[in-house]
Structures are given as structure tokens and as C-alpha cells.
């Protein structure tokens, strides 16, 4: 088990944390708000980004309402360093100690990934695609879980915190404020999310053309997804923008809702929803068929969905702010910055890099 | 004609395509979706052709041929984005790129129209392109207008077709359904 003690206390923000120190080894225990802390059974499911949704992994966890704010107290001293250029230093090694000047090895450098976001605003020029999601994946040292899951909650808990660990030895660790969708019995709401803004600076996103433009986009591509489930003129957008203040950031969502046919399951649903929209761009094949040829490494659980399941009612967290340990026990963590016509390159840099700076 | 068309969509690999769906006047039953390389051996079958929205442009989606069959068969036809592209290349409009504007709200002048009757005036509209027509010309006329002028609705002069560069289908396109149930009701469905 780790060092860090995980305790159970308000179930208000905490999604869901899956730790080794819980476990058992062959299956694993889980830690959600839908129970009610009676250890009963729920589902647990899990696709990487290059996995078809209908493919989703399927695991059965233990339920126990927790919060990761003792996670974050511990490691309250972690500061970002946002700036650094991407892969500035190919050959270097990040130290332990977090805030270290040293820069995290990339899968894209700055060139590589200037040039992606004007091959990408040419595609768009040529009517190809609308927009794509560009991302880079991040090498970072940390000594486990623990330590990674706490540098990324260090300035405020998370809405969705995950901590997994599969059967098979891959392993997880997210920091998500993005809901992909959730199931109420017939009821599903989506919540894509698109614009992100320091914290404090609501009034600046709120002004934002591309950012609005960007959110309107992928709405409009949850409305399909949906419509492609739910009973006919059944999917509705009851709130088309609004403000998530997090305790790093300010980011837009919206909500989109509507009510499943008799005939759809959950794993129709992840079928289709996955891989979300606002990780994509749109339209969804295009922008993934692009997203593979600009991109030089798969993005793995990064971009994936993790989900929960009991008694019919479901939640999934997109899996952004997340990292994957890697064979040799180092870490990836993925960072990305939606592409449109209106994306000026170097500020899309600065989006990452600002990004990467949780972990850095 | 029957009063529940059946109806011929053909999807064109975008993610906007259900949305357009469920804005029909018609139910779901009665939808059939089919990629462009399907449709024109279903044409006959089908009470209206919808050419839904899309990426890349009509000649690389294989939609020109797909209206000269359908204006041959006569078959009421509405195009959506791409669709409205097709019918505009297909009788001899020219297509350029203009300035992309994907998730774009616009302020559209419809005027009074055979296809789309009762709804005229200024619409809100959400725009997903990078390209548009230009250089329309007889059989076809422009029903609506952005202020500069790009075209954003067109309509054949005998034949019951039309075209929509912006999206009906949009939650921002507060009128859509309206335009949508004014088509069919303009080729005699009602």
C-alpha cells in the first residue's frame, strides 16, 4: 500500500477512487458517491481512447464513499511550472521533487506540434473536418499513484478522482472535471465541455468567440449521439453554456439531455459516446482519422472513459487530467487543445503547456 | 401523395446527421438512412430525398450524380450543408472556399420561397462550413442571404428541391424544425 491514507469523508465531490491498498489483487474495490457505503456490488467500466466503445472493459468493484482531500493536503506544496517548452530537453530525466525546472519529455515537440495545428486549420480550409482535438502526451517520473494522484489534486479536489489498478498490472491515476454522460434510469445527460480559462478569468472565457463557437460545435455533436439513442424529439439542451468554476480553472460546459428507447443498453451508449466529442472534434471520423496521423503515439486511457454502474444508473468521467503508467514504471500524461480555424498556434501552445504544468 | 412520406436520408459520414433526422416532420419508421453510394438504387422507393450535412464536397462525397437522379425521378429533394453543395454543383453553381465558420451564429435574410412557404424574413442560423457557392444560376435561384452576400439558401425554379448551407438542425438554429416542416408542406406534404 501507498503512503497516503485515503478516508472516508463528504461523498459531495468525490466520483470515484480505485486503490491498490483496497484490493485484493485479482479483482479490485472501488470507491463511489452512488453507493450509499453498504459494500455493495457495482460496475466498473473502463476503454482507452483506441478502444471501440462497445468493447469497454466491464469490472465489478466494491463501493465505499471517499474524498480525496487528504490527498491533497498532504501535498499541498506542489506548484506548476506552466511555461516550460514542450520536449525542450529530449534526454532529460524530470526529478522527483515536483515544480522542477526540468522540462517532461514529449511526444510532440514545439515544432511538431505547430506544424500539426497548420496542417489541421488546412483541413479545415479545405472543408475535411471542423475540428480536432490535438494532444501530446507528457513522460513523468513519480515514485507511484499516489504521489502523481496527489501532484494533480495539489490545488483543490478534483469532480471526478480516480486511482485504478487492472488485473493485467496497467494503471491509472485521474484528476477529471469532465462528465461524459450519466444514466438515471431512461434519463441521460451528457455535459461537454470545451474552454478552459485560468482560474478567476470567467469574464475573458465568457468573451471568447472560439471558445463559445468550439462548445456550440461539440453540443451539437452530443445532440447527435444522443439522438442516435433516445426516444425522438426527446434529446433537448436545457442550458446551451455555463461556468465551472474549479479550484485551477474556469471551463464551459453544457447540458444535453434526452430519454434512452426501451431498446438501448448501457454499452450502447458507451458505443456511441465514447470516445467523447470534446477529445475528438467533429466531425467525429474525420477528426479521429486525423488525430491518428498527426499524433505520434496512441493516447492509451488518456481521452478514454472510466464509468460506473449500479442498478441501472451509470456515470462516466471522460478521462482528461489523467496519467498511465507505463511499462518501465514511468508515466504519460496527455494534454490537448481544441483546433479550429479561429486557433492561433502559438497561443494553442501556451494552452498546453499551461496544461502540462500540473504535473510538471 | 401520402401525407407520411417515406423518406430517403442519406448519410454522408458527419456527426451532425441524427440531429437533421430528428428534425424531420416524419417518424423515425419512416427514415431510411443510407450512405450516398446506396441511394440512387433506393430513389425509388422514396417520397423525399434528404442529403444530409458533411465533410469534404459533394464530388469526393459522390452527391452530384445522386441529384441528377433524383431531378430526373422528380423526387422532392432538401439538402443540408454538403447537400445544399451538391444540388448547387449539380446544376452549375460553382463551389469556393470562403472563411471557415464552424459553430457560428449568423443572422440569415429568407425571402418568400415555393419550398419553405410562411417562413420569411431575418433567421438566426448556426454555420458548420469552409466552403460555398457562388455563381448560382437558372434552373436555380438564392432564397437567402448573409448580409455579405454569401448564399446560404437556394431553390430549383420547377423542380421541388432546395438546399440549406446553415443547419436547420442546430440547437442555435432556433427556427430549424419550422424551415424543415415548411419544405415538406412546400412539395406537398403537409
Partial sequence: ?????????????????????????????????????????????????????????????????VSVGTVAAANAGAQPSPRAPLGGAASSEVGESPGGATPPRVSLDDGGFLDGVASIRERIAAGDVYQVNLTVRARVEAADGAALLARLCARGEPRFAAWVRLPDGAELVSASPE???????RAIRAEPMKGTAPAGQRAWLDASEKDRAELAMITDLLRDDLNRLCVPRSVDVPCARRFLELPYAVQAVSDVTGTLREDVSLRDVVGQLHPGGSVTGAPREAACEIISALERTPRGLYCGTLGLERGGDARFALLIRTAERVRDGAWTYGVGSGITWDSDARAELDEVRLKLGAVA | MPADPQVLFVESH???????????????ERVRVVSAAEAVDQLPRADVL?????????????????????AERRVPTLGV???????????????????PAHGKVAMVELRASRCFPGVTGALRA????????????????????????????????ELPMAGLQFHPDSHQTPRGRELVTAFFRGVGFA
Avoid at chain 1, 179 to 185: D, M, S, T
Avoid at chain 2, 15 to 26: A, H, K, Q, T, Y
Avoid at chain 2, 50 to 70: F, K, S
Avoid at chain 2, 133 to 138: G, K, S, T
Fill in chain 1, 1 to 65: 500500500m501507498t503512503a497516503v491514507e485515503l478516508e472516508a469523508l463528504g461523498r459531495e465531490r468525490a466520483f470515484a477512487l480505485l486503490g491498490p491498498g483496497f484490493g485484493d489483487g485479482a479483482a479490485w474495490t472501488l470507491v463511489t458517491e452512488l453507493s450509499e457505503g453498504d459494500g455493495g456490488e457495482v460496475g466498473v467500466w473502463l476503454a482507452a481512447y483506441e478502444t471501440p466503445g462497445r468493447r469497454a472493459r466491464r469490472f465489478k468493484g466494491r463501493a465505499r464513499p
Fill in chain 1, 179 to 185: 462528465l461524459l454522460f450519466e444514466v438515471r434510469g
Fill in chain 2, 14 to 28: 458527419d456527426s451532425f446527421s441524427w440531429n437533421v433526422i430528428d428534425c424531420l416532420p416524419c417518424a423515425r
Fill in chain 2, 50 to 70: 434528404v442529403l444530409g450535412p458533411g465533410p469534404t464536397d459533394p464530388l469526393r462525397a459522390g452527391l452530384v450524380t445522386l441529384v441528377h437522379a433524383a
Fill in chain 2, 81 to 99: 450543408c454538403l447537400g445544399h453543395q451538391a444540388l448547387g454543383l449539380a446544376f452549375g453553381a460553382r463551389l469556393r472556399r470562403s472563411t
Fill in chain 2, 126 to 157: 448556426m454555420r458548420y462550413h469552409s466552403l460555398s457557392l457562388d455563381d448560382v444560376r437558372a434552373p436555380l435561384e438564392v432564397v437567402a442571404r448573409l448580409a455579405d452576400g454569401t448564399v446560404m439558401a437556394v431553390e430549383h425554379r
